[in-house]
Structures are given as C-alpha cells and as structure tokens.
C-alpha cells in the first residue's frame, strides 16, 4: 500500500493552460505539503496544511492554489502555465508539524510546460 | 541565505568504502533530518537527530551533529552500489504551537558508488 500517493506521475502541458495534481496519504497524519524541485534538485516547500487548515505559503505565486477537502487529501491546482512552472512537485505528509516532523514523500510529479 | 548546505557536491567512491558527507546551517534548530533520493524517484527518510542529540545510528548510518558549529554529518560505512544516491539534509526550525514550521532542504550531496 502506497503510504504517500500523488497523480499523475507526468503531466505535459502548455503555456496558459490550468492543470491539478492529486494527493492522498493513507497514514492518518495531520500535516501534508507541497514542494518543488528544480532542474537543480534544489528542493523547496510551497505550502503546509494541518488539518485542513493552510500554515505556510512560501511565497508562491498565487496562480497555485491548493486545497485540501480532508486532512488526507492536498490537491495543488496551478492556472495560467507558465514554462518556469516546470519542475518536478513533490506532496508529502508528516505526523505533526512539532515533535514528529519526520516527511514522507509521494513519488512525485514531473510538470513540462512546453 | 540558505539554510542546510550539502557538501561535497559530488562524491564517487568504490563499494566497501565509507562515504561521509557534511551538511551545515545557519539558524538555531529543533532538529535535522537525513533524507536519499534515488534518480526520478521521491525523497526517503534516513534518520532524525533532535538539537539535544549528538550522534545517532540506524544500521550502516551514522550521524552527527554539532549545535556549536552549526554542522552535520552522515556517514555511510561499507558502501554498495544501491547506496548511489543524492543524499539531503534538512533543518526544522520549529514554530509556534508545534504546527507552524517547516523542513528547508540543502542542495545534496550526489553520491556514485562504484562496484
């Protein structure tokens, strides 16, 4: 069973088209995330969730839009594609935001905006 | 300024070596996490030190870390070739109400083992 699952695993699309991307995590953990990784691999987080509720948005463009209709599930909705949209997006989940911060990561979506 | 910088960037070495890679930070921190990310795949929790720890073991891995100098290292002791991966560390900073923080990753340290 997949603990932290995110579709699709690919997503090629093109400039000013709106595209979402799925995810689900079956760990019952109450915080879930977003990051971006670069064609540099530099690896940077979005936005955290904790029980439904937004914590941090890393100042992202506010074409990104996620949304959380449980605490299991974070789907990133991104509008207007743009090419430096590009890059591989990573959810994750991780038990608390505090004591236990330990991130598990789903296998990722690779976005090419062409 | 970035907090948790990898280094090397790169180390190749051959299998049944030690591979040690170094991570240092700039702020104070709640605790530092290990992660391996193997190529196109997602990132794999290794193991988490607390601010109060100063070294840890799981298996093969060994880290350290130094609050004073604000440094971290992994040590991977007898090398195999499925060791080859980017390696990254991350610092928690930690938050108010426990809720409120975030990991922010270092660049990686890619590492070859070579059989």
């Known amino acids: 069973d997949t603990a932290v699952s995110q579709t699709p695993k690919y997503l090629v699309t093109q400039m000013g088209n709106d595209k979402s991307i799925k995810c689900e995590q079956n760990?019952?953990?109450?915080?879930m995330y977003w990051y971006k990784q670069d064609s540099k691999k530099f690896l940077k987080i979005m936005f955290s969730?904790?029980?439904?509720?937004?914590?941090i948005n890393e100042t992202v463009p506010n074409r990104f839009s996620p949304k959380s209709p449980d605490k299991a599930h974070l789907n990133l909705h991104i509008n207007s594609l743009e090419l430096g949209d590009s890059a591989v997006y990573f959810c994750?989940?991780?038990?608390?935001?505090?004591?236990?911060?330990?991130?598990?990561f789903g296998q990722g979506t690779r976005l090419t905006v062409v | 300024s970035q907090q948790g910088e990898e280094d090397p960037q790169a180390l190749s070495i051959q299998e049944g070596e030690n591979a040690t890679m170094n991570c240092s930070y700039k702020?104070?921190?709640?605790?530092l996490q290990w992660y391996r990310q193997n190529s196109g795949r997602g990132l794999v929790h290794l193991i988490l030190?607390?601010?109060?720890?100063r070294e840890k073991h799981s298996g093969r891995l060994r880290v350290t870390l130094d609050t004073s100098k604000k440094s971290s290292s992994l040590l991977i002791t007898a090398s195999r070739a499925a060791d080859t991966a980017s390696y990254f560390c991350a610092t928690d900073r930690g938050g108010s109400g426990g809720s409120n923080y975030k990991l922010t990753f270092g660049k990686g340290t890619l590492l070859t083992v070579n059989p």
């Open positions: 030190i607390r601010s109060n720890e």
């Open positions: 969730y904790n029980n439904k509720e937004l914590i």
């Open positions: 702020t104070s921190i709640n605790n």
């Open positions: 760990l019952g953990h109450d915080t």
């Open positions: 994750a989940s991780s038990q608390d935001g505090g004591w236990d911060s330990r991130n598990i």
